[in-house]
């Protein structure tokens, strides 16, 4: 399975901010040393004319240029860098590549970072540049019309289950039927001021394992009434564990695997591609925060296991 990586394109952070920058490189080194079926392959930048499926210009261009208002720089909560932009581009990047690897054949693939979904059209916002998900979503769709113009358009679903509301995805596709957004998140959670999803699911603080698998069973349960996609998006946030300083629920280690287990089987009975980032995580101890996302990549192995078998079978 490739997973994709920019974690080498080190962002300069003030001493003492609270954004944990080391679990990106901390995961790669724990997939190298234990899960070999990861292949690892550098993330290459995003170009403007891909940000632009998505993005003002004008905000790519402030963006790449440092030269946004320093409110607009606080929403985001990184100071400008030359890293810090290139790093935002290549963390798109990474998606967009993820996609195309599992439209390709493979079924499944990842970026070690992403989940930027805070990001909207025109601004970021808590700790997110570019929005990825969206970006990938509609390259995706150029690339499914360009090879078969007379074929419908390809259907998107992006299924976010960060703790935090995906609400700059929400607001990119909000009049958009080609991409379905579901996000599951805490309803007493950043952002304070939501956007509408296609589908939203609000879980009460301190949920846990039982009442959170419900949910996300009732929540695909509706969306395969609603919408038949031919590629998934999963944000297979770390936050909703425990552990999380920021998170507010209390799922397990297991519980997070079931759920990442549940999704990956929703794709793999309906035969449709998925690709999935790692978005958010806030541990009280970092390791906690990989060790989950470490989980994810092998629950995920099984899934590129039966993907790999179904070409041999079929070639
Ligand atoms: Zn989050």
Redesign the pocket.
């Known amino acids: 399975m490739h997973a994709y990586y920019a974690d080498h394109f080190v962002l300069p952070l003030p001493p003492g901010h609270r954004f944990p920058m080391a679990k990106y490189a901390r995961l790669r080194q724990r997939l190298q040393g234990e899960l070999p079926g990861v292949v690892l392959r550098e993330a290459l930048p995003a170009s403007d004319g891909e940000l632009a499926l998505v993005h003002a210009p004008a905000y790519v261009q402030a963006v790449a240029q440092g030269t946004l208002d320093p409110r607009a720089q606080r929403e985001i909560g990184f100071p400008w860098s030359p890293a810090m932009a290139e790093r935002a581009r290549r963390s798109v990047g990474a998606t967009v590549q993820a996609v195309r690897q599992a439209m390709a054949g493979d079924g499944i693939a990842a970026n070690l970072a992403g989940g930027t979904h805070h990001a909207h059209a025109d601004r970021g916002s808590g700790f997110c540049v570019f929005n990825d998900a969206a970006v990938a979503a509609r390259l995706a769709q150029t690339e499914h019309a360009r090879r078969d113009r007379t074929s419908a358009p390809l259907r998107v679903a992006v299924i976010d289950l ?3 509301q995906g609400n700059g995805t929400a607001s990119i596709f909000a009049r958009d039927e080609t991409v379905f957004t579901l996000s599951l998140h805490g309803a007493r959670n950043f952002p304070f001021r939501k956007e509408a999803s296609d589908l939203d699911v609000e879980l009460p603080d301190g949920c846990d394992d039982d009442a959170y698998l419900e949910a996300l069973e009732r929540a695909l349960e509706d969306m395969s009434h609603r919408f038949e996609p031919g590629l998934i998006i999963y944000l297979a ?1 770390a ?1 909703p564990h425990e552990g999380d300083r ?1 998170g507010r629920l209390r799922l397990s280690f297991d519980g997070l695997e079931a759920r990442d287990r549940r999704v990956f089987d929703w794709a793999w009975q309906r035969r449709v591609p998925l690709a999935f980032t790692m ?2 995580g806030y541990g009280h101890d970092i390791e906690t925060t990989v060790q989950v996302q470490v989980n994810t990549y092998r629950a995920a192995l099984d899934y590129r296991a039966r993907w790999a078998r179904r070409t041999a079978s079929s070639a």
């Open positions: 960060d703790v935090h946030g936050d920021l978005a958010g």
